[in-house]
């Protein structure tokens, strides 16, 4: 069934805002998010590397830090004040969840928990200040990532998920459903405007799907995978470039190193005036996810990096997408 968004929610959420990904080789994925991907390096230290995209003030949007596996260690979200995270650590307790404030180089106050599906957030109100780089044109690298947009997280449980993330506010933008139902494989949910800052999908989970940068215009999808071949990362482009019907952006997944999954996209449309409703999609309507061109590999729908110390469950949905070995027939 489709959640009721809460217009007036404990703490005011206002954009997804940063990632930490946990990686086996700092080196390497460094020069992968620099060079194949095009982001911004602003600061390096020996356990951790920071990076952002040219438009992004903001120090950090990107943050890997060395470690023995390659997990997805936090997704993060802004709130507007600081006061914003004394309510969020307020609701945490109330509504019984895991949580810990957390002391993190330049962010101000910081909560992170668990919600109710597994997933381990990360709220911050406030980051220390870098130069916008949007306009230096000349040192664009590869698909030159202007901002962070959002995430997908894989849950067991689509339906949990969006109702608590409804009840603090997020919109529902669009959804996938059981063909003929109101019942949840995906749910598309936004703050900032536009089509999505929270995206769950049905399937093993908790687990990070891909985290999503954007990018000037569809040249730049087309010179990062360039550059990722030049530079022996073809194998790595894991979907595109194609359109989705969803969100109706032109995209391009790539793995890192360590499979993280990273998508660059050209930004989707607005969906800000409170009477607009969400989207339907079947789930067997391939369109949702690919508007022109074959669905997507195995490796793409089912592929995804789990959380630290949290059990993976099997979906309450048992229905799935069509791959593309299923088109062709493949086992």
């Known amino acids: ?36 991907t095009g982001l911004v390096v602003t600061e390096e230290t020996d356990d951790a590397i920071y990076l952002r995209g040219w438009e992004e003030v903001a120090h950090h949007s990107l943050v890997l830090e060395r470690g023995d596996e390659a997990k997805a260690l936090q997704i993060g979200l802004r ?17 019984n969840l895991t949580y810990q404030r957390v002391e993190l180089p330049e962010q101000g106050p910081t ?20 130069p916008r780089r949007h306009q230096d044109f000349a040192d664009f690298v590869a698909g030159a990532p202007q901002r962070l947009d959002h995430y997908q997280v894989v849950t067991h449980d689509v339906q949990t998920a969006t109702d608590f993330w409804a009840g603090l506010g997020m919109r529902l933008a669009e959804f996938t459903a059981t063909d003929g139902t109101d019942e949840l494989w995906g749910s598309w ?18 687990r990070l799907h891909h985290f999503a940068y954007t990018v000037p215009d569809a ?16 194998d790595e482009i894991d979907r595109g470039p194609g359109r989705h019907g969803i969100s109706n952006a032109l995209f391009l997944y790539l793995r890192d190193p360590d499979q993280h999954r990273i998508e660059l996209f050209t930004t989707h449309y607005q969906f800000i005036d409170l009477e607009d409703e969400p989207m339907r999609w079947d789930l067997s309507n391939a369109a949702r996810a ?42």
């Open 219 to 234: 040249t730049s999808l087309i010179h990062a995978a360039d550059v990722a071949g030049d530079l022996g990362f073809g």
């Open 290 to 331: 690919q508007l022109w061109g074959m669905p997507a590999t195995r490796r793409w729908f089912f592929e995804a990096s789990e959380f630290p110390g949290e059990p993976v469950h099997h979906p309450l949905l048992q229905a799935t997408p069509a791959t593309l070995e299923d088109v062709l027939g493949i086992h």
């Open 189 to 206: 949910m936004e703050v900032k405007g536009n089509t999505h800052d929270l995206v769950f999908t049905n399937g093993r989970g908790p």
């Open 111 to 130: 909560l992170r928990f668990v919600d109710p599906v597994g997933t381990h957030m990360e709220l911050t109100s406030s980051m220390s200040l870098q």
């Open 1 to 36: 069934m489709l959640p009721t968004t809460n217009p007036q929610p404990p703490f005011a959420i206002t954009r997804a805002s940063h990632v930490r990904m946990q990686v086996t080789d700092l080196a390497a994925s460094r020069d992968f998010y620099r060079d194949v």
């Open 79 to 95: 709130v507007r004040t600081d006061d914003d995270i004394v309510r969020a650590e307020q609701f945490c307790k109330q509504a």
